[in-house]
């Protein structure tokens, strides 16, 4: 693997000179501290870039998605394009019989799939009706991007779906989503204009407004993201009411009054929370 610590990221388009690997992301998950978030994603989209042997990473963009837990913490996605230069490219480019290694996609090649790890990076196969391998963890970003596909199955181990996946299938009807799917990303299904219904599983925790951009209206996307905009007013009000309720002597987390429990200690009346000031 390349020195991916010193690997370049810029947020500038592809370079002169440099040709186009595939895309790359990186993420660091449950932070409070910006700086702490931003230097765990860009390692991890270096050492991904690194292992599809690119020299650096371009049009690197970032984006930070908030839990809805109330903590203020959040998850941070950075992604990008992957590229070489030209004249490595070619001539590291075996001219004979085809890498078990893909340097297009990276990762290694298991039937249709393209996979890296437990993340599938592209899907090369042909058939309209795709059934994907258990042990799947992550559908990487643009993995099946403009894929004519018709019928798509995940297995329950995935737990997320990554930035455009499914962008661009416009034969896509069918998608058997996986029981423990936690994330979809931004423009999952972007332009999947030919999926009328589609089921979500109760573990789904975040659904980026625009993962079912330019798709017909779906009543369960609608249904969630209604339902996580009141989630989040629904916290924000109570981290505004936190310090009033406080000086007040009542539970900050909901605002209850205390009353005597065990060994002196006193708990809520409405929500049970021990008081902890």
């Keep these: 693997m390349a020195d991916f610590m010193n690997m370049e990221v810029t947020t500038m388009d592809v370079p002169a000179g440099y040709e186009t690997v595939g895309p790359v992301c990186g993420t660091c998950r449950d932070q409070a501290d910006p700086d702490?978030?931003?230097?765990?994603?860009?390692r991890e989209i270096r050492k991904n870039a690194a292992m599809m042997q690119a020299d650096a990473v371009a049009g690197m963009r970032q984006?930070?998605?908030?839990?809805a837990d109330g903590t203020g913490r959040f998850h941070l996605q950075m992604y990008g394009t992957a590229v070489r230069k030209?004249?490595?490219?070619s001539q590291e480019?075996?001219?004979s019989a085809a890498p078990a290694v893909s340097p297009q996609y990276g990762g290694r090649q298991e039937g249709d799939f393209m996979v890296?790890?437990?993340t599938l990076v592209r899907y090369v196969g042909q058939s309209e009706y795709v059934r994907v391998p258990d042990g799947i963890i992550n559908i990487g970003a643009e993995s099946f991007h403009n894929a004519r596909v018709v019928s798509v199955e995940l297995p329950d181990s995935?737990?997320?779906i990554r930035e455009g996946a499914f962008s661009g299938c416009?034969?896509?009807e069918r998608i058997r989503l996986s029981a423990r799917l936690l994330v979809i990303r931004k423009n999952a299904f972007q332009s999947c204009i030919s999926l009328s219904d589609i089921s979500l599983p109760a573990s789904l925790q975040e659904l980026d407004k625009a993962a079912f951009s330019a798709c017909p209206e779906l009543p369960a996307v609608t249904e969630f993201l209604r339902r996580k905009e009141a989630e989040a007013k629904d916290a924000e009000y109570l981290r505004s009411r936190r310090?009033?309720?406080?000086r007040q002597g009542r539970c900050q987390y909901c605002g209850g009054f205390f009353k005597g429990g065990l060994k002196g200690v006193k708990v809520c009346s409405m929500c049970g929370m021990e008081k902890d000031y």
């Design 243 to 246: 310090p009033v309720w406080r």
């Design 158 to 160: 995935v737990t997320e």
């Design 93 to 95: 480019t075996p001219v």
């Design 36 to 42: 702490q978030a931003f230097l765990g994603a860009l």
């Design 86 to 89: 030209a004249a490595q490219m």
């Design 116 to 118: 890296d790890g437990s």
């Design 63 to 67: 984006m930070a998605v908030p839990l």
């Design 170 to 172: 416009e034969h896509l």
